[in-house]
């Protein structure tokens, strides 16, 4: 238990070092570095809750694709971080309100939910002992989930066709080798003499 | 073994969704323009579901998919104004992509997915389901916002209306996650039974963020800073469409959410509500005043609107929903009308949406300007036509439940907000005549008529949206 104890306060202190890094490093690269050192170790504290299989999905959804993507945005973008920050002092005072109201709520919502044993009864969610991770959520999202599953496809489906639309241009005049045509050319296959600098 | 999911109380849905799939491979693969095509066959599975919808009216009440997916009366009433205030302005952008000679046909497919998404939120009977279908109609809808990618102010509002929808979805989740956490349940029917008895302070917490991240979605105000931008930039008949279907789906999931699993909560949420109905009434009545173009104008006297709906959903009990019911059916009406008369708004084939392009329509084109004046008076709720009685029926819902200052306060902002409706009629009416408009299309006319003649002679036969709105409003309170 010590050893799970350390391990959590050890995942948790550097995910929120590294979070503050993120949003404090002059270099936006160093930034999503940052970033990612945030995700391995949330990663951490997901295997420490026993949830194997989020954690693995974090890393290689989120460090795998997310982040590189990000890095692969920031590096094309060229970001000027000392013009982001104009103005950063005049928005500074209105965050922290904001910010000190949404932690007092924390703390009141957390403290009801210690001072309040009942509230352990009304908890739904087992976990199950006996099987996987992966066992467990296969077993549910193509049977009790299966509504949700396949309208999150659909949200992604959208997603593909919002992106496509946005951003496919069709481009007159670009030459395409068409293997297929080619091929199905048959014996009309000739040989031509093309003079030097006239084409066909 | 579990059992299998009863699949015909999701019968228009599953349709829609199988429909949309084949409609972008027929998209695909058709030789030539398919935007026509694809258009038509949007509309036409869109009429399909609304039967398939009617057809399963006369069942009971019942749920499927593990209880996330609900049927009553309730979303009976909701789907069918969705799907015919969906079909209705895809038959407007029909006509206006034509005009445009945009030949996209991914427009119809995105629409027919947003409205599948907006079914899915009537039909949420669960935190996740509603979620998720919220989230597919969002996500559609912010790709159709930027649709025309080639103009500034088009992607401008579709990248606007993105970041703040994330945002509030956002929220949502953060305040989803908080009720689920303290109550351990994401399902409606458990979650109104746990609640009954005990009440943590995480769940409040939880539902006010729930609430904030609706409230964006129907554009009240406090939540409303979108709204302008995005009609203004969109395309007129984007904003059309925004203006319709997702504004009743949402305030339709909003009714259901809030009376449902959080009705013993009311004590909680009934202020919050109160305050968001009257900012939306101040802030729509007196943000239109300055307006000169016409889909900002539109823009604000929506988030008037949606005030005076929650007014209905403040009283909370079955007569404010029927009043909301009511009240959702006559704006589709109005706005369907407004909206084509602006789409219809060119001159040698240019499309304007200046108000003061309206300058002496009635001696260019008098019917329209009839008609516009029609819709004009009935939004600012003059009696014999339709609005008249929308405002009514929630007015008189408040009142019997006590809450005079918010009627007060409604009829109030209703007097400023005829200001800017009249001050259209007069521009039409009084102005000097600039050039006159090209003749609309013949979609438009017809549209325009239905439209004309519900709002004008509603009042001869108000029976049957009233009884249909009554058994719906009973059945969201059944249990």
């Known amino acids: 238990m010590i050893i799970a104890g350390l391990a959590f306060y050890l995942f948790a202190i550097i995910a929120v070092a590294a979070a503050v890094m993120v949003i404090t490093a002059r270099n936006p690269v160093h930034s999503v570095l940052w970033l990612i050192l945030v995700f391995f170790n949330a990663a951490g504290l997901f295997l420490l809750l026993q949830a194997e299989f989020l954690a693995m999905t974090l890393v290689v959804v989120y460090v795998g694709a997310v982040a590189v993507l990000f890095l692969f945005v920031v590096m094309m973008l060229d970001l000027n971080t000392q013009v982001l920050r104009e103005g950063l002092a005049e928005y500074v005072p209105l965050g922290a309100v904001i910010g000190l109201i949404l932690l007092v709520e924390i703390a009141t919502v957390g403290g009801s939910w210690l001072l309040s044993p009942e509230m352990e009864q009304v908890r739904g969610a087992v976990a199950r002992t006996d099987i996987t991770n992966t066992q467990a959520l296969g077993n549910l999202i193509y049977t009790d989930y299966v509504y949700l599953f396949q309208a999150a496809g659909l949200v992604l489906l959208v997603a593909m066709i919002g992106s496509i639309m946005l951003t496919h241009r069709v481009r007159p005049g670009v030459k395409k080798q068409k293997v297929a045509e080619q091929l199905a050319r048959g014996r009309t296959v000739e040989v031509k003499k093309v003079p030097t600098r006239g084409g066909i | 073994m579990t059992s299998l999911a009863n699949l015909s109380l999701a019968a228009p849905e599953l349709l829609m969704a199988a429909a949309g799939l084949v409609l972008l491979m027929i998209g695909v693969y058709q030789k030539g323009d398919a935007t026509r095509l694809v258009g038509w066959l949007a509309v036409l599975v869109m009429v399909v579901a609304g039967v398939l919808v009617l057809k399963g009216a006369g069942t009971d009440a019942g749920t499927t998919f593990k209880g996330m997916f609900v ?7 909701a789907k069918v104004m969705v799907l015919g205030a969906s079909a209705l302005s895809l038959i407007l952008s029909l006509g206006w992509l034509a005009q445009e000679e945009i030949k996209k046909f991914e427009y119809s497919v995105l629409v027919l997915f947003a409205t599948l998404g907006m079914l899915m939120m009537v039909s949420a009977n669960d935190l996740m389901s509603l979620y998720i279908g919220l989230e597919l109609q ?6 159709v916002a930027s649709f025309k990618r080639d103009s500034v102010k088009s992607t401008e509002a579709g990248l606007k209306y993105f970041v703040l929808g994330s945002v509030a979805s956002g929220m949502m989740l953060y305040g989803m996650s908080m009720i689920y956490g303290f109550s351990g349940t994401t399902n409606f029917e458990v979650l109104a039974e746990v609640l009954s008895e005990h009440q943590a302070t995480g769940v409040v917490v939880g539902l006010v963020f729930v609430m904030a991240g ?18 203004e930039g969109a395309p007129t008949p984007v904003t059309a469409f925004f203006a319709l279907a997702p504004k009743i789906a949402a305030i339709a999931l909003f009714v259901r959410v809030m009376t449902g699993p959080f009705a013993d909560l009311i004590g909680a949420w009934q202020q919050v509500m109160w305050i968001i109905a009257v900012l939306s009434m101040i802030v729509g009545s007196f943000g239109a005043i300055g307006q000169q173009n016409i889909k900002r104008l539109m823009a604000y006297s929506s988030i008037g609107h949606m005030g005076y709906a929650l007014i209905g959903l403040v009283v909370g009990n079955e007569e404010g929903v029927q009043g909301i019911l009511i009240y959702l059916a006559i704006y589709v009406f109005m706005n369907i009308g407004a909206f084509a008369i602006i789409l219809s708004m060119r ?10 392009d309206l300058a002496g329509l009635s001696k260019t084109s008098p019917l329209m300007a009839a008609a516009l004046a029609i819709f004009m008076f009935s939004m600012a709720g003059i009696p014999p036509m339709a609005g008249f009685f929308g405002k009514f029926y929630v007015f008189i819902s408040a009142v019997h439940a006590g809450m005079y200052w918010l009627a007060v306060i409604g009829v109030l902002t209703s007097v400023v907000g005829a200001y800017y409706y009249l001050r259209i009629v007069k521009v039409m009416y009084f102005d000097e005549p600039t050039e006159a408009f090209d003749t609309p299309r013949l979609a438009n006319r017809v549209i325009l008529l239905v439209a004309g003649v519900f709002t004008l002679f509603y009042i001869v036969y108000p029976s049957p949206l009233l009884l249909t709105a009554q058994a719906a409003a009973k059945s969201l309170f059944a249990y």
């Open chain 2, 71 to 77: 049927t009553d009366a309730f979303a009976v009433y």
């Open chain 2, 138 to 143: 969002s996500l559609a809808l912010y790709v």
């Open chain 2, 214 to 231: 609706l409230a964006f979605k129907v554009s009240a105000a406090p939540f409303h800073m979108w709204t302008p931008d995005v009609y």
């Open chain 2, 347 to 356: 001159q040698k084939g240019r499309a304007l949406e200046g108000i003061s």
